[in-house]
């Protein structure tokens, strides 16, 4: 079963105080062929502004207040993804190619299978122009993976210059770096999908290793 609970200003587009609750108990849904299954409940709400996409008027401005709590979304007999916590996007288009969107979360959990990761003080920022966008992000992470270990693993990250995304999707500069307990992890851009990372094993500031990688080997990691 599933319930929805929408409650609207009756405009053909989005208003503030708009509204949508979604409670689900085992609820089957054939979504292009495949069958999911969703649990828990989500609420959605337009916290300000309006969204109108059809509207060629700008700026036009609107932000959205998604609070998840055990919900979970999957493939009927597969693998499912479970999220709690809560998630605000403001979005602003200054024109039909140009615009930003920030997202920002005081606390929100994925859980897969045995992998649980919690981002605490989430805050992304994003540009949009007609050749490309560019990313800044920030935030303190909890991982639970049996790859990084039997218990816990925290860690801050920050973006240390905005990370540039081609409009034909490639990344092609910016940096990142991952803070650990003495220890910390840098990623560079060197070229289009290319990386340099660079570690620091004893948190002198100091890389001890350096490699080249690309985005096919980090996506490996996944």
């Known amino acids: 079963t599933v319930t929805v609970d929408a409650r609207t200003s009756g405009a053909s587009f989005l208003v503030a105080g708009d509204s949508l609750g979604i409670s689900a108990s085992n609820c089957v ?45 999957g493939i009927s007999g597969g693998a499912t993804e479970v999220f709690d916590g809560d998630l605000t996007l403001a979005l602003t288009e200054t024109s039909a190619t140009t615009g930003s969107l920030t997202a920002t979360a005081s606390s929100l959990t994925s859980t897969g299978g045995s992998h649980r990761i919690t981002l605490s003080d989430y805050r992304l920022q994003a540009a949009q122009t007609s050749t490309g966008s560019t990313l800044s992000v920030s935030s303190t992470v909890e991982t639970r993976n049996a790859r990084l270990g039997s218990t816990p693993v925290r860690y801050s990250l920050a973006t240390e210059s905005p990370v540039t995304v081609s409009s034909t999707g490639p ?40 490699r080249a990688v690309t985005l096919a080997d980090l996506q490996a990691l996944n």
């Open 171 to 210: 990344g092609t500069r910016g940096s990142t770096r991952a803070n650990g307990t003495n220890s910390s992890l840098t990623l560079v851009a060197t070229a289009t999908d290319t990386f340099s990372l660079q570690v620091d094993t004893n948190g002198d500031g100091t890389a001890d290793s350096t």
């Open 29 to 73: 849904e054939s979504v292009d062929g495949t069958t999911m299954l969703l649990n828990g409940s989500m609420s959605i709400a337009i916290t300000s502004g309006s969204y109108d996409p059809h509207s060629i008027v700008y700026p036009k401005s609107v932000t959205m207040r998604i609070v998840s709590s055990n919900f979970s979304a």
